[in-house]
């Protein structure tokens, strides 16, 4: 893989026709959207914004490459500790997020076919 992964292409039950090539399938409480507050890092950090915005780096890779929008993670970082500032705590990014949770469980073991005769 060259670059950033986008792990967006598995957003909203994507990788669910991928469960059954692997062994397995979904179990109770797949899919279910869970609010989880995360602790972003430090305002100002540069690993914060990175955190914030990983979801959407492969993007945001992929205009920087085209180089038509200037500087497109420093507009992103700008952009992020704005949109945070109300998320700031004890000098502390906390989020609240929404993730998809994945719940899997193994396929039983196929039991070999027997021809009768």
């Known amino acids: 893989v060259h670059g950033p992964s986008d792990i967006m292409q598995l957003a909203g039950g994507a990788a ?3 469960l059954k090539d ?3 399938v979904a ?3 797949h899919n279910e959207l ?3 507050m995360v602790n972003m890092g430090p305002e100002g950090g540069e690993d914060t914004w990175k955190l914030g915005m990983s979801l959407h780096m492969a993007k945001l890779g992929a205009l920087q490459a085209k180089g038509e929008l200037g500087d ?3 507009r992103a970082k700008e952009g992020f ?3 945070t500032k109300d998320c700031v705590s004890e000098g502390v990014v906390r989020m609240e997020q929404i993730y998809r949770i994945i719940v899997v469980r193994k396929l039983p073991p196929r039991k070999p076919h027997v021809r009768e005769t």
């Open 16 to 18: 669910d026709p991928l």
């Open 22 to 24: 692997v062994g397995l």
């Open 72 to 74: 497109v993670f420093t």
């Open 81 to 83: 500790e704005r949109r």
């Open 27 to 29: 179990a109770p409480g």
């Open 34 to 36: 869970v609010p989880l």
